[in-house]
């Protein structure tokens, strides 16, 4: 039944008191009522009842609250649920196991601690226990200020993971709990951590900050003991633990890692007596003491690639190549003398002169330093990867080798947060395969501690680019929790009158100060801030979740009112509006900074960020403002809040209303500035009355043509353009966008040997040097509607209850399969054209209904399990004839 406690299998440490259960219907289960139960398992009683809830007449299988006794602080617990049918219950279902955090904040009793407030290097801390026999259970509750490792006697228990994830350390700091009841020993225990800078010290953003929220580094541990008579003991963090340094000299989860492998890395860890360089700790006072337990799957080592080639380079350094752009580290065999001092510098591209281009990143703008690690051998054969960073890469460059390395001395740890990434689709155009893989690649390299625009230059939860690419996450993976997690530190971080900062967490810090001057204006741009209304809206129609529209309504709504208090003291009213709105133009945004359509094609991103600060894009600003208002009406809806539901309701129309008469001339055939994503963004967003959506589709149509078919939309409306000319019936132009193969265009990036999605639409420049980041997931956002589109999956209800199968089949494909993962089971679409035969596969989850749309106009009901329709494209044309236009809202 796939239970899930928290959207979440067997979650270890969770602090909501009153966890959400979910799980799914067996084949030919049908439910009409559920009931619960709680069991506290213990070695005697494994199958121990702790409370059984009542019957509940209810078909919801998604988000149960958990209603029965408070849970206690780091427990263990299971979880059943049995189904009625009528009025025949059905069994227990197995138990579903989780554990508590600590739901308790005056729990707390260790200390943050520290080394020499002067020393910047990596900070080694080391502790011990003289345990006795009889535990029964320990668990360690973990976290830095920095990124840790924790060991205990002498093993790593905390996994390699770069934990604590990244929060804004002012408001909420992680932590991780861990079970290490095998790893105790009775009498003397060893305790040890090692943190580097990570998110907390390390160099960050756009603006390449160091030492944003703090200076000093410290780790905390409570370790919780648990007898046989169930008495508990801790053994924490404080004055009686060393602090010293070790083998890592610097790091920085940016610029690299320095190690000297000459210097011990067991003393620390075995060791019976301390070594002599450790000496006593000092108190750190952390910018917070709120602390919060991890909430999705930690950072992993993904996936492991061998090295495909090393040579020499005109330079004489020796060029690694694997093959693959990602984020990671390299591990390598180092068998050099002691001493030896091996550089390795990492990049996505070479460049022309056959030399690793470490200054391609930032294109026409300022420069960072490259990302470098530096090891010192120690004269041993034995195998090294740092420990606190992370870098984009596909080619390395080493420096010092005294031989050419063997490719099989080395290889790349792809790291990225362990999500499922189920989403299939696959179709007989391998440039279309190829373009799926770049874009689950690209994020896959972005995924790791929090949603980021690139693994290489800023790093930065940038709201705009998850707001474009969350549907499209969420087809490739289980990214309910991820998503959840990156919403809630967007709300904690939301500015008093509603502005949003353009990346989360943000760069305003009490110990920093404010944020750069040219990011602090960027707080109102729209389609960015929108990530605050939209996001939450792709997880209530994807996963059926509602727990999200109410944890972040609050943040919806102010983001909402923002916007509203930006029209209303909108400065350009006379001088860009000549003609007379009627009152109207209270709703029109023109002030602020917003980032706009960013990066269409050919465009310069200082040129673009000048042009909209002289001038606000204020038809793409108001338009978003229309779409957000509209959207958190439906949430207030869902939520029963009827005076909300009208009230921005009321609002949106009136801000479509300001937008016709504002930008719409021609009865919709000249729309704004006039490019492609005006027309893009209208339709989309339902801003045009019935009558006005034809001449606006046929100039879109005019634009694209006159473009020799090719697109001209960035980063806010590409991932609507494709579904608009397929929902207006010009699917025919969507599949011709969709297999353009010269610049700018999704398969020109694949016929170039891409294996991410790039940045920009180009990539190069007209020399043909890089510019700008190679593994930029916005643009990879099309890959929904090869799902929703091509092979046709679509949540006709939220969370996929209903779905609609309405696959567009055309551009030459013989066939394409998709596989969603819905909350109820797997969906699948397959489709495949022999001659004029077509025939569809189609697969609907047990507990969900299906509705299946041919293109002969036919429409079928199905129910739960397997269907298969065939038919002729004959059939479909005549029941086409002319091309039609859409007039309803999707």
């Given at each position: 039944?796939?239970l899930?406690t928290?959207?979440r299998?067997?979650?270890l440490?969770?602090?909501?008191?009153?966890?959400?259960?979910?799980?799914q219907?067996?084949?030919?289960v049908?439910?009409?009522?559920?009931?619960?139960?709680?069991?506290?398992?213990?070695?005697?009683?494994?199958?121990?009842?702790?409370?059984?809830?009542?019957?509940?007449?209810?078909?919801a299988?998604?988000?149960?609250?958990?209603a029965?006794p408070?849970?206690?602080?780091?427990?263990?617990?299971?979880w059943?649920?049995?189904?009625?049918?009528?009025d025949q219950?059905g069994?227990?279902?197995d138990?579903?196991?989780?554990e508590?955090?600590?739901?308790?904040?005056?729990?707390?009793?260790?200390?943050?601690i520290?080394?020499d407030?002067?020393?910047?290097?990596p900070?080694?801390?080391?502790g011990?226990?003289?345990l006795?026999?009889?535990?029964?259970?320990?668990r360690?509750?973990?976290?830095?200020?920095?990124?840790?490792?924790?060991f205990l006697?002498g093993?790593e228990?905390?996994?390699?993971?770069?934990v604590?994830?990244?929060?804004h350390?002012?408001?909420?700091?992680e932590?991780?709990?861990?079970?290490?009841?095998?790893?105790?020993r009775?009498?003397?225990?060893?305790?040890?951590?090692a943190?580097?800078?990570g998110?907390?010290r390390g160099?960050?953003?756009?603006?390449?900050?160091?030492?944003?929220?703090?200076?000093r580094?410290?780790g905390?541990?409570?370790?919780?003991?648990?007898?046989?008579?169930?008495?508990?003991?801790?053994v924490?963090?404080?004055?009686?633990w060393?602090?010293?340094?070790?083998r890592?000299?610097q790091?920085?989860?940016?610029?690299?890692?320095?190690?000297?492998?000459r210097?011990p890395?067991?003393?620390?860890?075995?060791d019976?007596?301390p070594?002599?360089?450790?000496?006593?700790v000092s108190?750190?006072?952390p910018p917070?003491?709120?602390?919060?337990?991890?909430?999705?799957a930690?950072v992993?080592?993904?996936?492991?690639?061998?090295?495909?080639?090393?040579?020499?380079?005109?330079?004489g350094?020796?060029?690694?190549?694997?093959?693959q752009?990602m984020?990671?580290?390299?591990?390598?065999?180092?068998?050099q003398?002691?001493?030896?001092r091996?550089?390795?510098?990492?990049?996505?591209?070479?460049?022309r002169d056959?030399?690793?281009?470490?200054?391609?990143?930032?294109?026409d703008?300022?420069?960072?330093?490259?990302?470098?690690?530096?090891?010192?051998?120690?004269?041993?054969?034995e195998?090294?990867?740092?420990?606190?960073?992370?870098?984009?890469?596909?080619?390395?460059?080493?420096?010092?080798?005294?031989?050419?390395?063997?490719?099989t001395?080395?290889?790349?740890?792809?790291l990225?947060s362990?999500?499922d990434y189920?989403?299939?689709?696959?179709?007989?155009?391998?440039?279309?395969?190829?373009?799926i893989?770049?874009?689950?690649?690209?994020?896959?390299?972005n995924?790791v501690d929090t949603?980021?625009?690139?693994?290489?230059?800023e790093?930065s939860?940038?709201?705009?680019?998850?707001?474009?690419?969350?549907q499209?996450a969420?087809y490739?993976?289980?990214?309910?929790?991820?998503?959840?997690?990156?919403?809630?530190?967007?709300?904690?971080e939301?500015?008093?009158?509603g502005?949003?900062?353009?990346?989360?967490?943000?760069?305003?810090?009490?110990?920093a100060?404010?944020?750069p001057?040219?990011?602090?204006q960027?707080?109102?741009?729209?389609?960015?801030?929108?990530?605050?209304?939209?996001?939450?809206m792709?997880?209530?129609r994807h996963?059926g979740?509602?727990?999200?529209l109410?944890?972040?309504?609050?943040?919806?709504?102010?983001?909402?009112?923002h916007?509203?208090?930006?029209?209303?003291?909108?400065?350009?009213?006379?001088r860009l509006?000549?003609?007379?709105?009627?009152?109207l133009?209270?709703?029109i945004?023109?002030?602020?900074?917003?980032?706009g359509?960013?990066?269409?094609?050919?465009?310069?991103?200082?040129?673009?960020?000048?042009r909209?600060?002289l001038?606000?894009?204020?038809?793409?600003?108001?338009?978003?403002?229309a779409q957000?208002?509209?959207?958190?009406?439906?949430?207030?809806?869902?939520l029963?809040?009827?005076?909300?539901?009208?009230?921005?309701?009321?609002?949106?129309?009136?801000?479509r209303?300001?937008?016709r008469?504002?930008f719409?001339?021609?009865?919709?055939?000249?729309?704004g500035?006039d490019?492609?994503?005006?027309?893009?963004?209208?339709?989309?967003?339902?801003?045009?009355?019935?009558d006005?959506?034809p001449?606006a589709l046929?100039?879109?149509?005019?634009?694209?043509?006159a473009?020799?078919?090719?697109?001209g939309?960035?980063?806010?409306?590409t991932?609507?353009l494709l579904?608009?000319?397929?929902?207006?019936?010009?699917?025919?132009?969507?599949y011709?966008?969709?297999?353009?193969?010269?610049?700018?265009?999704?398969?020109?990036?694949?016929?170039?040997?891409?294996?991410?999605?790039?940045?920009s639409w180009?990539?190069?420049?007209?020399?043909?040097?890089?510019?700008?980041?190679?593994?930029?997931?916005?643009?990879g956002?099309?890959?929904a509607?090869?799902?929703?589109?091509v092979?046709?999956?679509?949540?006709?209800?939220?969370?996929?209850?209903?779905i609609?199968f309405?696959?567009?089949?055309?551009?030459?494909l013989a066939?394409?399969?998709a596989?969603?993962?819905?909350?109820?089971?797997?969906?699948?679409s397959?489709w495949?054209?022999?001659?004029?035969?077509?025939?569809?596969?189609?697969?609907?989850?047990?507990?969900?209904?299906?509705?299946?749309?041919l293109?002969?106009?036919?429409?079928?009901t199905?129910?739960?399990?397997?269907s298969?329709?065939?038919w002729?494209r004959?059939?479909?044309?005549?029941?086409?004839?002319?091309?039609?236009?859409?007039?309803?809202?999707?």
């Amino acid at each position: 039944m796939n239970l899930r406690t928290e959207r979440r299998i067997a979650p270890l440490g969770i602090d909501n008191p009153s966890p959400a259960l979910s799980w799914q219907l067996g084949t030919d289960v049908a439910q009409t009522a559920y009931q619960l139960r709680l069991l506290s398992p213990s070695a005697a009683d494994p199958g121990k009842v702790a409370w059984t809830g009542a019957m509940v007449v209810s078909s919801a299988i998604l988000d149960v609250p958990y209603a029965g006794p408070p849970l206690a602080s780091l427990s263990r617990y299971a979880w059943q649920v049995r189904l009625w049918h009528g009025d025949q219950a059905g069994p227990w279902s197995d138990p579903a196991p989780f554990e508590t955090a600590v739901l308790d904040p005056t729990f707390w009793t260790a200390e943050w601690i520290g080394g020499d407030a002067a020393n910047q290097a990596p900070l080694y801390l080391r502790g011990t226990a003289d345990l006795p026999d009889g535990i029964v259970s320990a668990r360690a509750c973990v976290s830095a200020l920095g990124w840790y490792r924790f060991f205990l006697n002498g093993q790593e228990v905390s996994g390699g993971a770069q934990v604590p994830r990244w929060t804004h350390f002012d408001h909420v700091i992680e932590y991780q709990v861990y079970d290490v009841t095998a790893a105790l020993r009775p009498g003397r225990n060893i305790l040890a951590m090692a943190v580097g800078d990570g998110r907390y010290r390390g160099h960050s953003g756009i603006a390449d900050k160091r030492e944003t929220f703090g200076d000093r580094l410290a780790g905390f541990l409570q370790l919780v003991l648990t007898f046989a008579d169930g008495t508990q003991r801790s053994v924490c963090t404080g004055s009686d633990w060393l602090a010293g340094p070790g083998r890592i000299i610097q790091s920085d989860p940016k610029r690299g890692e320095q190690a000297d492998l000459r210097l011990p890395d067991s003393d620390w860890l075995l060791d019976e007596s301390p070594p002599p360089r450790f000496g006593p700790v000092s108190p750190v006072v952390p910018p917070t003491r709120r602390l919060v337990a991890e909430e999705v799957a930690r950072v992993v080592a993904f996936q492991r690639l061998p090295a495909q080639r090393a040579w020499q380079a005109p330079s004489g350094k020796v060029l690694v190549d694997f093959g693959q752009n990602m984020a990671g580290v390299v591990r390598m065999r180092l068998t050099q003398p002691a001493g030896t001092r091996l550089t390795l510098t990492f990049s996505e591209v070479l460049g022309r002169d056959g030399e690793l281009d470490t200054a391609y990143l930032f294109g026409d703008m300022a420069r960072h330093p490259p990302q470098r690690d530096v090891v010192i051998s120690g004269g041993q054969d034995e195998w090294w990867q740092p420990w606190f960073t992370i870098h984009g890469f596909r080619y390395v460059e080493i420096d010092g080798a005294d031989a050419m390395p063997s490719a099989t001395d080395l290889e790349a740890i792809v790291l990225s947060s362990d999500l499922d990434y189920h989403g299939r689709f696959e179709c007989s155009d391998e440039r279309i395969n190829q373009l799926i893989r770049n874009v689950r690649w690209s994020m896959i390299s972005n995924f790791v501690d929090t949603p980021t625009d690139c693994p290489t230059r800023e790093r930065s939860g940038w709201t705009g680019d998850i707001q474009v690419f969350a549907q499209t996450a969420a087809y490739l993976a289980d990214v309910q929790p991820y998503l959840r997690r990156y919403l809630g530190n967007l709300a904690l971080e939301q500015h008093a009158n509603g502005a949003i900062p353009p990346y989360i967490p943000g760069d305003r810090t009490r110990h920093a100060g404010a944020a750069p001057r040219w990011m602090r204006q960027t707080v109102d741009s729209t389609g960015w801030g929108d990530a605050s209304v939209m996001v939450p809206m792709v997880l209530y129609r994807h996963y059926g979740d509602r727990l999200v529209l109410e944890r972040q309504y609050d943040s919806m709504r102010r983001w909402v009112d923002h916007l509203a208090g930006l029209a209303q003291r909108s400065p350009g009213r006379g001088r860009l509006f000549p003609r007379r709105l009627g009152g109207l133009e209270r709703y029109i945004v023109d002030s602020g900074f917003h980032w706009g359509e960013w990066l269409r094609p050919g465009e310069s991103m200082p040129l673009t960020y000048i042009r909209h600060c002289l001038r606000a894009p204020a038809s793409v600003a108001t338009g978003y403002f229309a779409q957000s208002a509209r959207l958190l009406a439906d949430a207030a809806g869902v939520l029963g809040r009827e005076r909300d539901r009208a009230r921005y309701s009321d609002l949106a129309a009136s801000v479509r209303r300001a937008w016709r008469a504002a930008f719409v001339r021609r009865s919709g055939a000249r729309i704004g500035d006039d490019r492609q994503d005006d027309y893009v963004r209208a339709l989309a967003f339902d801003l045009l009355p019935d009558d006005e959506r034809p001449a606006a589709l046929n100039r879109l149509v005019e634009l694209i043509e006159a473009a020799d078919c090719h697109l001209g939309t960035g980063f806010l409306s590409t991932p609507l353009l494709l579904p608009v000319l397929a929902r207006f019936g010009r699917a025919d132009l969507a599949y011709r966008l969709l297999l353009q193969d010269t610049d700018p265009s999704w398969l020109s990036q694949i016929r170039r040997g891409a294996t991410t999605t790039w940045e920009s639409w180009e990539g190069h420049n007209r020399k043909g040097d890089a510019r700008y980041s190679h593994n930029h997931y916005a643009f990879g956002a099309v890959v929904a509607w090869l799902f929703e589109g091509v092979a046709g999956i679509q949540a006709a209800e939220p969370g996929f209850r209903h779905i609609r199968f309405a696959p567009i089949i055309g551009g030459g494909l013989a066939h394409a399969t998709a596989e969603v993962i819905t909350p109820y089971g797997r969906a699948t679409s397959a489709w495949r054209v022999s001659g004029d035969a077509v025939e569809l596969q189609v697969l609907v989850p047990s507990g969900a209904t299906g509705e299946v749309v041919l293109d002969t106009g036919a429409v079928h009901t199905v129910g739960a399990g397997p269907s298969t329709f065939r038919w002729h494209r004959s059939m479909a044309r005549r029941a086409a004839g002319s091309p039609r236009q859409a007039a309803g809202r999707n």
